[in-house]
């Protein structure tokens, strides 16, 4: 089955919406995304959560001493900010992309968030430093007298360390596409995470890759490549591919 799905950067919502509704229908899933040449195995966990910060507010003129949302949040972005990630687990990644609130220039806001995205292959990583981000985010705010509350966007389950997948690297899937992308001259180079539609497949316990559909660069950023030659070696990998595992059965 060639399935085309939607709003993979909103949260995966296309792909979730399909294997919700096929329980049990796909043996392997090969989702084509990222950069060419790289074939991931496994899922990065991610947690999309939004910290708000509220207040009474007040003018300008009387904002002296007063409880200031606006300066709960950029104690604790910096506080966040300063988080070391331990070595040896997995490592995470995290970012901080959208800040919000705030109506006019003259007062103190009532209400103001900041939206944290959180990575890790590690489950255990990534709820440790969950807990700890609430934890700062929470200490913040009662020194300051703010209220906060928090809304979990998204939440897709960690995959697990390289260490973790040795199974999976071993097995059919991999191994085929390791030997596709070999016979056609192309970078077959593996990487034990992933952060495409393909993590939907990892966490249900589906044999699973994501593939290259083109080299390019710089996503998510005004000067975001791809070039357009490499797609036609990227779309004979995927063919042979599919033709390659007709005949194979649920792997592990």
Do not use: C
């Amino acid at each position: 089955m060639f399935i085309g799905t939607v709003q993979e950067e909103l949260g995966l919502n296309g792909m979730r919406y399909w294997s919700r509704h096929h329980p049990g229908m796909a043996d392997m899933l090969v989702a084509m995304d990222g950069g060419l040449g790289r074939i991931g195995y496994g899922a990065l966990g991610i947690e999309w959560t939004r910290y708000r910060f509220r207040s009474e507010g007040g003018h300008t003129n009387a904002s002296t001493g007063k409880p200031h949302p606006v300066r709960v949040l950029a104690d604790t972005v910096h506080s966040i900010y300063q988080l070391r990630i331990p070595e040896g687990r997995g490592g995470a990644v995290y970012n901080i992309g959208m800040i919000g609130g705030g109506k006019i220039f003259n007062a103190i806001p009532q209400d103001v968030y900041f939206t944290m995205d959180l990575r890790s292959v590690n489950g255990q990583l990534l709820d440790s430093l969950d807990a700890e981000i609430t934890a700062r985010v929470s200490a913040a705010a009662e020194a300051n007298g703010v209220r906060w509350d928090m809304e979990r966007v998204q939440e897709i389950p960690a995959g697990g360390t390289a260490g973790d997948l040795t199974d999976r690297l071993a097995g059919p899937l991999v191994q085929t596409a390791i030997d596709v992308y070999g016979s056609l001259g192309l970078p077959n180079g593996t990487i034990a995470s992933g952060s495409t539609d393909g993590n939907i497949g990892v966490g249900l316990g589906i044999p699973t890759i994501s593939v290259g559909r083109s080299r390019g660069g710089n996503q998510h950023t005004l000067t975001e490549w791809a070039d357009g030659p490499s797609a036609l070696p990227a779309t004979k990998a995927v063919l042979l591919l599919a033709v390659s595992l007709a005949g194979v059965g649920p792997a592990a």
